[in-house]
């Protein structure tokens, strides 16, 4: 690969029109898992739930930097990722209360949203588990020719578990497209990152890999688009991997049983003041957006969430004789 190919330009700045179809997909996002959270509560959904509201900014500005070829994969924390690929919200709910309409036909539930149609590969629970499994999306589109590139999101907790470090050096040595993001949240489970981590800084670890890495404000969703958008350019170009950590919150517990009563004092309210929802409404309306404008689309994305929801309580449940149907390859 001839040098000046990996060199790219940044990308131009974001049109006000597609940073408020962002702002339309952040809030569907925000309300389908006020939804989720719901549902859990009133015993319509078996197994848990990870919610990842705080953190759209990254995956919606992350998604909307590649296309619809390209591959995503994420964790538990998923349903922000899959939506903002492009999978449909009344499936992703139907998945949840596992219903034979939903991604996986039922089967795989909140933890395991998949909807390859969009390129959304899979949604991991084994923290740091997929990030060799990205490795190998990445690299049957290089063995193939196809200049793709793979996304794989992942928690600040996976940045200490052995796979991390296997797959960034060999993505490394292997010059694979893959641009991996780190959501920093500042917490594993329950743990705060400086009590299991000895460095503040997680994309200092892409030194030892060879590869760039990048801090960001994971709460700037043009930022994390540039960055994305940028570095999936080189990407496609042969220049490698890339370790992307964004800074962000997440603003509910662990999962439904976490009441996160071990953060300090005023850290939520501090962070929701920093909301990439709000950021991104107060900047559109400094780039001359009215506020009716702002409401009238939220108003919009609460509806359609209502409604996906509607039709997937409609849909029927799985036929019991289907029940190993798609578990063996
Ligand atoms: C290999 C493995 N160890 C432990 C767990 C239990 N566990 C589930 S989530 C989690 C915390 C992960 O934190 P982080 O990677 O920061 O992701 P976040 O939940 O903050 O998005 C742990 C320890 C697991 N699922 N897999
Ligand atoms: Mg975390």
Redesign the pocket.
């Known amino acids: 690969m001839p040098k000046e190919n990996l060199t790219v330009a940044n990308p131009p700045a974001a049109t006000p029109e597609e940073q408020f179809d962002w702002l339309h997909t952040m809030l569907q996002i925000r309300y389908f898992e006020d939804e989720c959270h719901r549902m859990f509560a009133q015993g319509l959904v078996r197994g848990s739930t ?1 919610l ?1 509201q705080g ?1 759209e900014g990254v995956v919606v500005g992350a998604c909307r930097a590649v296309g619809i070829d390209d591959k995503v994969l994420c ?3 998923g349903h922000g990722a899959v939506i903002a690929k492009g999978a449909p919200l009344d499936r992703a709910f139907a998945e949840i209360l596992g219903k034979a309409n939903g991604l996986c036909a039922g089967k795989g539930g909140s933890m395991h949203l998949t909807d390859m149609a969009v390129g959304a590969v899979g949604s991991f ?5 997929h990030l060799p499994i990205a490795l190998g999306v990445a690299f049957e589109a290089q063995y193939n020719e196809r200049q793709e590139v793979t996304l794989c999101f ?6 200490n ?1 052995g796979a991390f470090h296997e797959a960034l050096n060999m993505a490394s040595v292997w010059k694979l497209p893959v641009i991996f993001i780190c ?9 705060p ?1 400086a009590t299991t981590t000895p460095i503040e800084r997680l994309a200092q670890r892409a030194d030892s890999y060879g590869m760039p890495g990048v801090t960001i404000d994971g709460n700037d969703v043009e930022g994390v688009w540039r960055t994305v958008s940028d570095y999936a350019a080189r990407a496609r170009a042969g220049a490698g991997p890339v370790l992307v950590e964004a800074l962000t919150y ?1 603003q509910k517990g ?2 439904r049983s976490d009441p996160a009563k071990y953060r300090p004092t005023g850290e939520l309210e501090a962070w929701l003041e920093r909301d990439p929802i709000r950021l991104l409404e107060t900047k559109l309306e400094h780039l001359g957006l009215e506020r009716g404008h702002l409401d009238d689309l939220r108003a919009t994305a609460e509806q359609e969430v209502m409604d996906a929801l509607e039709r997937a309580r409609g849909w029927p449940d799985p036929n019991p004789e289907r029940l190993e149907e798609d578990v063996y390859a």
């Open positions: 990870h990842c953190q964790t538990y924390r629970a084994i923290v740091g588990g992942f928690g600040d907790g996976s940045t578990i959501e920093n949240n500042l917490y594993g489970e329950y743990s990152l997440r662990h999962s």
